[in-house]
């Protein structure tokens, strides 16, 4: 499974790559847009072809997911220690995100998957990984129940190394957003993905 999370800020003709992507076997986009207003979100929805809107997923926005028949919900590490997640639980898809093994084993069956993150130093965030990268714990995973995505830093020369490691999938973001071709990288990144 091959997942892409959007750059925080907008990015020229974003959603043409989007759809795109889909086209290309993207098998779900993480929507997060911290920065945008309610209005801006929807419109950056439209923007979207409706037969994509299953592969969706929201970071926020909750209402609009209704309004966009959108089922998928990603909750951050505070989000779900807060609990903020439980009125979706048995409604809507979910997915959230870990730093550590211990965390992730102890993750329920409410989860469809979890970025674990950073496997590799961060190309999107400058700094972030270089001191210590979760890659090697993935051998200690015990639940079964929860798909481990690996996030971070995660390009076409080693997404393979996730898959060896045992991840079910990889999450994209700085690798296709910070290239001069997007497209081309991600169906790099695919292809070698798939190459297993």
């Keep these: 499974?091959?997942?892409?999370?959007?750059?925080e800020t907008m990015v020229q003709n974003e959603t043409d790559i989007i759809n795109q992507l889909f086209q290309e076997g993207l098998d779900l986009?993480?929507?997060?847009?911290?920065?945008i207003s309610r209005e801006e979100m929807k419109n950056f929805l439209y923007g979207i072809d409706e037969e994509f809107y299953s592969q969706l997923v929201l970071h926020g926005y909750d209402d609009l997911g209704k309004d966009h028949h959108i089922s998928r919900f990603h909750f951050r590490e505070t989000d779900r220690n807060a609990g903020i997640y439980k009125s979706h639980v048995g409604k809507n898809i979910l997915s959230t995100s870990v730093h550590g093994m211990e965390t992730y084993n102890a993750l329920g069956k409410e989860w469809e998957y979890s970025f674990f993150?950073?496997?590799?130093?961060?190309?999107?965030?400058?700094?972030?990984?270089?001191?210590?990268?979760?890659?090697?714990?993935?051998?200690y995973r015990a639940n079964q129940n929860v798909k481990l995505i690996a996030l971070g830093g995660i390009n076409e020369s080693n997404i393979?190394?996730?898959?060896?490691n045992g991840a079910d999938g990889a999450a994209l973001l700085g690798a296709v957003w910070?290239?001069?071709?997007p497209l081309n990288t991600f169906k790099r990144c695919r292809k070698n993905a798939l190459s297993q």
């Design 1 to 7: 499974m091959i997942l892409v999370i959007t750059p």
């Design 29 to 35: 986009l993480h929507i997060r847009k911290p920065m």
């Design 117 to 139: 993150s950073p496997v590799f130093p961060s190309i999107s965030k400058k700094g972030y990984g270089e001191e210590l990268t979760v890659m090697g714990q993935i051998k």
């Design 160 to 164: 393979c190394k996730v898959f060896e």
């Design 178 to 181: 910070e290239s001069d071709q």
